[in-house]
C-alpha cells in the first residue's frame, strides 16, 4: 500500500491538499492518506487548532477510491521529549496526567475528528466539535 501525506509537502497549516488524491492513483493502486493528528509544526499538540479543513479532505479520499487514512502522531512515550526521562507521550506525563479526568488534549480531539470523518465523511466539524 501506498502511504502518503494529506498535504502536498510536508505538514504545514498552509500546504494545500495534495492533489494525488485526485489524481486517479488511488484507484491504480492501494493508497493510504496520513493526516497529522499532534500538529508536529504547529507546537506538538500544545496550542488547540481544530482541523476543520479535513472535511474536505476526508470526502475526497472516500471519493476517490483511497483505501486508508491514518491518524499520524506521537504514539509512543518518549518519541520526541527526551528531557522527561522518557516518560512523555501523546497524552501528557503518565503518572500525572489522566486523559478522561482533564479532557482531551489538542491533539486528541483532532484523532476524534478524522476518526468522526472516517466514520462518516459527510459530519461537519463543527457538529463533532
Known amino acids: ?73 506521537p504514539w509512543s512515550p518518549g518519541c520526541i521529549w527526551d528531557d522527561q526521562g522518557g516518560r512523555v507521550s501523546w497524552i501528557g506525563h503518565w503518572e500525572t496526567f489522566r486523559t478522561f479526568l482533564n479532557g482531551f488534549t489538542p491533539g486528541q480531539a483532532n484523532v476524534y475528528l478524522l476518526g468522526r470523518l472516517s466514520w462518516n465523511p459527510d459530519e461537519q466539524a463543527a457538529d463533532i466539535a
Do not use: H
Not at 497529522?36 to 479532505?57: C, N, P, Q, V
Open 1 to 73: 500500500m501506498l502511504a502518503i501525506k494529506c498535504t502536498g509537502a510536508d505538514y504545514f497549516l498552509n500546504w494545500p491538499t495534495t492533489d494525488a488524491i485526485t489524481s486517479g492513483l488511488p484507484k491504480q493502486r492501494p493508497m493510504m492518506v496520513l493526516f497529522d493528528t499532534f500538529r508536529e509544526y504547529d507546537g506538538w499538540s500544545r496550542l488547540f487548532i481544530f482541523m476543520k479543513r479535513w472535511e474536505d479532505t476526508v470526502r475526497a479520499c472516500r471519493d476517490n477510491g483511497v483505501q486508508s487514512i491514518n491518524a499520524w502522531g
